[in-house]
């Protein structure tokens, strides 16, 4: 299937795919977020923003945007194929094969589903038991018949081929699980740096990725206020998702803005001019959910909460 933009908010779409497909990732997932955000059930939109996530290693978003999308293009078989490569890199083994397959079953001509299909550890693969590498070497000096000597090295050589192969798939997933942890934490480091030095006075931009000119004292646009305030609830996302990982609960407004994650005006109620005069609230956290809130002068309100989608109510 040919992936064009919808009709509503089809420029922004368009420049986001744009973006993507020249490596342009960080601009990208801004564009896709506030797609997003404008229309909720767009497929595409969530496609592609499951896709920028993915080249950035965030395999948690790109799963649950293309889970989305999946559910948003029944039967799409890009959606299904990025969707089935995502599930593999997270060693979800089982259930990336029958995604795959369904790929194939909507386009049998889709070479990266087959391919990646091929590349998936059989389950009667990782099941074989070790060869027992003591006894074996003793038995084939054993035995005197020259064509069972043969079978039984042939047999040894084909199992340790399989240890091998499965292995090195291993490890190769875990260098990869490896690097997007630390992706992650380098980008929550920087964050930090970046607030910790607006409060000793050195100038810096509100958001990573943004154009100074876009990160000034106060977003007059509407539609610039928008992206800028929904891009402020994505990292306010981020920063619960890191304070849940080492506190095992979210964390209230107060708090972040006592680690320097946000300004205290997000905290207190008080309209922030770098968002548009944006006023933040929140519901009260708890260990497993959160909600907070950014309202915007011209009437829209959007939401963020632990599932990671931005909405507007």
């Not at 192969?165 to 929550?188: C, D, P, Y």
């Not at 990982?245 to 107060?254: D, N, P, V």
Request: aromatic content about 4%.
């Amino acid at each position: 299937m040919e992936h064009s933009p919808p009709h509503g908010g089809g420029s922004n779409l368009a420049l986001a795919i744009e973006a993507l497909e020249s490596g342009q990732t960080e601009q990208a997932i801004q564009l896709l977020q506030f797609a997003t955000s404008m229309n909720p059930n767009s497929g595409e939109a969530h496609f592609h923003l499951g896709r920028a996530y993915a080249a950035c290693d965030n395999l948690t978003l790109a799963e649950t945007s293309l889970r989305r999308a999946v559910e948003l293009l029944p039967g799409d078989a890009p959606a299904l194929c990025a969707l089935g490569k995502v599930l593999a890199r997270r060693q979800s083994y089982d259930e990336a094969r029958r995604v795959l397959e369904a790929c194939l079953d909507a386009d049998a001509q889709c070479q990266e589903a087959r391919e990646a299909l091929e590349l998936l550890p059989r389950p009667e693969d990782r099941a074989i038991a070790l060869p027992d590498l003591d006894v074996l070497p003793a038995r084939l000096e054993l035995a005197t018949d020259t064509g069972t000597r043969m079978r039984r090295l042939l047999l040894f050589t084909a199992s340790m081929g399989i240890l091998l192969s499965i292995l090195l798939a291993f490890a190769f997933l875990q260098v990869q699980k490896t690097l997007s942890m630390h992706s992650a934490r380098t980008g929550a480091s920087h964050a930090e740096t970046s607030w910790s030095a607006r409060r000793d006075g050195v100038p810096t931009t509100h958001e990573e990725g943004l154009a100074p000119d876009e990160a000034g004292p106060a977003v007059e646009d509407a539609e610039e206020a928008l992206r800028a305030a929904a891009a402020c609830l994505r990292r306010l996302y981020e920063a619960q998702r890191e304070y849940h990982t080492h506190h095992e609960h979210y964390a209230s407004l107060a708090e972040l803005a006592e680690q320097g994650v946000v300004e205290e005006g997000c905290a207190t109620g008080e309209p922030v001019p770098a968002y548009g005069n944006a006023v933040f609230s929140e519901e009260p956290p708890t260990p497993t959910a959160f909600a907070i809130r950014a309202a915007l002068p011209g009437g829209e309100t959007l939401v963020m909460d632990q599932e990671g989608e931005l909405r507007r109510e």
